[in-house]
C-alpha cells in the first residue's frame, strides 16, 4: 500500500501548475512518518519529498498518548506512475 497503516491523511492538495502535492495528516509515531517519507522518496512518481512541518500531540483519549501531526509537500511526475490494479502506465 502506498500509505502506512499508522497514518491517517487528512487533506490532500495539488497544484496543477507545479504537480506539487500538499498532504496534511498524522502518524501514529515519528517512525511511521519517517516511514512515509521514505516510501514517496523512492517511488519513482514522487520527488522532492518535503517534511514541511511535524509536531508530536498528546492524546486525551489515549490515556496521555501521542501521534506526530504533519505537512509535507511532494513533485509528483505522471510519467513514472502505473496504475494500483495493472501495473500499466497510466496517461496523464
Keep these: 500500500t502506498a500509505v502506512p497503516s499508522d497514518i491517517t491523511v487528512n487533506s490532500v492538495s495539488l497544484d496543477e501548475k507545479t504537480d506539487t502535492i500538499l498532504l496534511q495528516g498524522s502518524a501514529a509515531s515519528l517512525p511511521d512518518l ?3 517519507t521514505h516510501q ?3 517511488h519513482a512518481a514522487f ?8 509536531s508530536t500531540k498528546t492524546t486525551k483519549e489515549d ?30
Design 34 to 36: 519517517n516511514r512515509l
Design 40 to 42: 514517496l522518496d523512492e
Design 47 to 54: 520527488q522532492n519529498v518535503l517534511l514541511s512541518q511535524h
Design 63 to 92: 490515556q496521555g498518548g501521542s501521534h506526530s501531526v504533519f505537512t509535507l509537500t511532494v513533485t509528483y511526475d505522471a510519467r513514472h506512475s502505473t496504475s494500483h490494479l495493472t501495473g500499466v502506465p497510466t496517461q496523464r
